[in-house]
Every structure is written in C-alpha cells, then in structure tokens.
C-alpha cells in the first residue's frame, strides 16, 4: 500500500516580531496562506525498522536532518507503529527559501504516518509533536489562511480565505539561514506591520485594503545583506504588481495581481533576471 500526500508552500503576507522570548524564539504575529506550488510525497512500509527517503532534489539531506525523517520518528516514539518507512520526496518548492517548504513536508509526513498506520490521531497531537521540529509546521497541519501567533504554534484559520488573485513568486539565487536572521535582528528597531488590519481586510474579502497592508518587519534586514530582494521588488511594483513584500525570512519576494495578464508580464519580465520564477493561485478558494 502507499499514501500519497502533497505539501503546498507558504506564503507570508504579514509577518510581525513582537519581542524577543526569555528562551530566545521570538513571539510571532503573522498572516499565512497556502499556495498551489506543491511537494509530492508517496509513503510505504517496509518491513525492516527502518526509514529511508528518495528525493529528485540535489540539495537536501535524506538523514536524521531532514525534517520528514524526525517527523517520522516522532510519529513511531509516540505512536510505535510496527516497521519502517520509505518516502519518495518529489521536490518543487524552492530550498531555504521563505516558502516553508521543509515545513509543508514535514506536516505532509505527520498526515501520512497516520494514515499509512491508520493511527487516528487529531491535528493537536500531532501539532505538539511538531513545533520541536519546525515552527511553521502548525500551520501547514492546517493550511488555510491564518491568524498565526506564539512562537508559530497558535493557528486561528480567518473566517475566509485570502481574496482571489495571482501570486508571482522570484527567488533569487541567495540562501537565507533563519536561525541566523532571528539571531541578527534588533527587535527594539524593527518595523511593526498592521497584522490586525491585514486580517480585517481578507475577513473583508477587501482586496484593495490587503494589498495596501502587506508587511514583513524581517525585510529590511534580509533586504540590507541581499540587495537583490528590495531590487525584485521594486521590479515588480514597476512592472506592475498591486503589492510586494518578501516570504518568512526570505529571500522569496511575492508580488499578488488580480489580472492574471499582469501576474504573466511581470513573470516574463523578471526571468531574465532570476531563474526561479512562478505563477500560482492561492490554495482554499
Ligand atoms: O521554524 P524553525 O523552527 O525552523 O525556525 C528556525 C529558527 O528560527 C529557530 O531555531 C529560531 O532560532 C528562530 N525562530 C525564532 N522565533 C520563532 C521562530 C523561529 O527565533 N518564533
């Protein structure tokens, strides 16, 4: 038998730093979407205690560092299933890329363990075993557009998904470690974006009022050491995109258009410049 799981990326469409925590997190409030750009992962059981992984990307660990192999283990400590497991990760997100695509696989893999075992366990259990191992991995157990606060770990889906539009998405050829942007930030300096009023104008379905309050106070600092993100985005504001902010910790910049035309001639324009360029829908509509 194999289960078949797709783990969509993330996006942020606003993402705020309150404080710094007396165990080093920092406390979160941010806004999260779901987007049509997805990981594939096909589960087995295999009779020897053992978990194995596959991928078609070059750049990522199949070990004990690989978040879908310590979901797993989480999974068989709290739950000890007989056997091992082999995935195959057939890989499209971008890595280290803002998008939390390590993050959706991981959740991709707690919803697989349990079906694969039939185990029954809730959303909830599974999110205490995963905030451990990503802090992004709640709300990717969740997937639809959400109030998201805490370290990462308090999910409150909005009363409606994001309003209808486009997403055009340029990651450029820079790797961002978010440890080491959380660890670089000044929390008394940063940027505070208006998280609450971006909630009220998706709840509002204001298309309008959502595109004006998009915020993400990691930007500047990301944007500081990699200058090529404020470069992409003024790209697309000027090709003409309705907003443009960078995804988590970056380097991603996503630029939202409600004509798909737009969405395409600012894609077009961009491919020139950075190689890994797309189009998606947001997820939930
Ligand atoms: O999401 P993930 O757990 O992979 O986060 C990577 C790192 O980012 C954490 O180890 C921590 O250093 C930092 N972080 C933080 N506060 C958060 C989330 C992440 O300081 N709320």
Known sequence: MEIIEKAPAKINLGLDVLYKRPDG??????VMASIDLADRLTFRKQPEDTITITTNSGFLPTDRKNNIFQAIEAMKEAYSFEGGVHVELQKRIPVAAGLGGGSSDAAATFRGINRLFDLG????????????????????????????????????PLSRPMPQCWVVLVKPKVSVSTPRVFSKIDVNTLPHPDINGLKEAIEGNDYQGMTQLLGNSLEAYTTAKFPIVQLIKDKMLA??????????????????CDKH????????????????VYVVRTLNQ
């Open 121 to 156: 366990v809730s959303t909830e259990e599974m999110t205490q075993l995963a905030i451990p191992i990503g802090t992004d991995i709640p709300f990717c157990l969740k997937g639809e557009t959400a109030l998201v606060t805490g370290l990462g770990e308090i999910v409150t």
């Open 25 to 30: 997190y920092h406390e979160l409030e941010m």
């Open 261 to 276: 035309s737009r969405a395409i001639h600012i894609a077009n324009s961009l491919k020139g410049f950075c190689q890994e």
């Open 239 to 256: 090709f003409g995109a309705d907003a443009a902010v960078m995804s988590g910790s970056g380097p991603t910049v996503l630029a939202l």
